[in-house]
C-alpha cells in the first residue's frame, strides 16, 4: 500500500479508505512511515471537504472505534447499553462503562480463567474454570 502512495495516481482511493478511520487510528497512521504521514497531513487534516466529511462522521458516532487496554487475555465477554464486562484470563472481571470507557468496577475472586458471563440490570455471573459461580452484585461490586 505505501506504493500507491508514491505512485500518486490513487489518492481519491487512499482518502476514501482513511475517511473510515477514527482520529487515533489516523494518528496511529502517520507514525507507520514518512509518506503516511505526509498522505494524512496534507490529504486528510488539511483537506477542507475530507474534515467536513469526518466531522458528519464523528457527530454521527461513526467510527467509533476505542480499544480497551485489559493487561491480560479476554476469554469471555458481555455487553449491554451501559457496560462492558471482560472475564479474563487471571480469574479478574473488568466492568467497563460505554459511555466513557473507563473502568468502573473490578471483580476479583476467580483463581482461574474466567469461561463464562451474564449481565442483567442488577447482577453479573460470572463462571470459572475450576467450576465456581459467582453471583456480584452490578451497582457495588461486592461478591454475593
Not at 458528519?56 to 455487553?79: D, F, H, Q
Not at 449481565?119 to 467450576?131: N, S
Request: glycine share 8%; with cysteine; net charge neutral.
Amino acid at each position: 500500500i505505501t506504493r500507491l502512495f508514491n505512485e500518486g495516481q490513487y489518492t481519491h482511493i487512499l482518502r476514501q479508505i482513511f475517511l473510515y478511520l477514527d482520529g487515533t487510528s489516523l494518528r496511529c497512521a502517520e507514525l507507520v512511515c514518512w509518506s503516511w504521514k505526509r498522505f494524512v497531513l496534507e490529504e486528510v487534516w488539511e483537506n477542507v471537504e475530507c474534515s467536513k466529511l469526518l466531522e458528519k462522521g464523528w457527530k454521527k458516532g461513526i467510527p467509533a472505534t476505542r480499544r480497551l487496554e485489559l493487561g491480560t487475555n479476554c476469554v469471555s465477554m458481555a455487553v449491554d447499553e451501559r457496560s462492558i464486562v471482560c472475564g479474563l484470563e487471571d480469574g479478574r472481571v473488568d466492568v467497563y462503562s460505554r459511555a466513557t470507557i473507563l473502568r468502573t468496577n473490578l471483580l476479583s475472586g476467580h483463581l482461574e480463567k474466567i469461561t463464562s458471563l451474564h449481565i442483567d440490570p442488577r447482577f453479573i455471573v460470572t463462571g470459572c474454570w475450576d467450576g465456581t459461580v459467582r453471583l456480584w452484585c452490578r451497582h457495588s461490586g461486592d461478591c454475593l
